[in-house]
DNA sequence: TACAATGCATTGGATTCTTATGTATCTTTG
DNA sequence: CAAAGATACATAAGAATCCAATGCATTGTA
């Protein structure tokens, strides 16, 4: 099952921070299938959502970024800021908020892990 | 806390298919209500999103309303379908089967119940 | 050699929400 | 009793966010 799109509204830039901070750097095709991996295909990010994010970030001061040559590839690392890493764990924390409050108005019964 | 309106985007529908299964029928400034009550005022829903919300509803025909009057103020209840209950159904499991989803991706620890 | 995968990116359109505004009634408080 | 706040409906303009489609180019594979 894919989730519609509707869900992954408002979470995107959450999860590319988050991934940011688990990883030293990246680039936007390696988030969109670290996303599909880590989901088991159920989360998959589109070009068309990913890159206006990334680009946001950078703007917002959150992210930098790094050219790097692979052969004549071009690949755009992104990397958090001092002040995206602090972010990254704001948003998380809101997020995992959010979602227990969400279970509690749903009355949906936490998996036990 | 109240959550950045973001992270409500894309749950909205739900939610409210969600009451509406675990009440006969109820009107719109109700929701509102309920739903900051339930939440201890962590989602305040707008009416400028709701109304649209519940019109929309009813046009896919998930919702059927009936007016009350109470003296001359005017109640509009909402009660779900058929549909609109299977539809709720769906609705909060795909939440339910996002939001583990997203815990697994964000590494975050589920709360004791 | 064609096709799939990798890798960047933009554009137009749809959807969804916020903010602001409007109308009207009922209740509480100074 | 008047004013303010709560109740109750609703719409409109604009912002934000995402998808689908498209484009370009390189690399790997059947």
Redesign the pocket.
């Known amino acids: 099952m894919i989730f519609s799109?509707?869900l992954?509204?408002?979470?995107?830039?959450t999860i590319v921070l988050k991934l940011l901070s688990d990883n030293k750097k990246m680039?936007?095709?390696?988030?969109?299938?670290r996303v599909k991996d880590l989901t088991g295909d159920r989360i998959?990010?589109?070009?068309?959502?990913?890159?206006?994010?990334?680009?946001?970030l950078e703007e917002e001061g959150l992210v930098t970024?790094e050219l790097e040559y692979?052969?004549?590839?071009?690949?755009?690392?992104?990397k958090l800021s001092a002040s995206g890493k602090t972010r990254s764990k704001e948003r998380v924390s809101e997020l995992a908020e959010f979602m227990e409050t969400m279970r509690v108005l749903l009355d949906i019964q936490p998996k036990i892990a």
């Open positions: 799109s509707e992954i509204k408002g979470t995107l830039k680039y936007g095709y390696e988030i969109t299938q998959q990010l589109t070009e068309g959502a990913l890159y206006p994010t990334l680009h946001s970024t692979m052969g004549k590839r071009v690949r755009k690392y992104y």
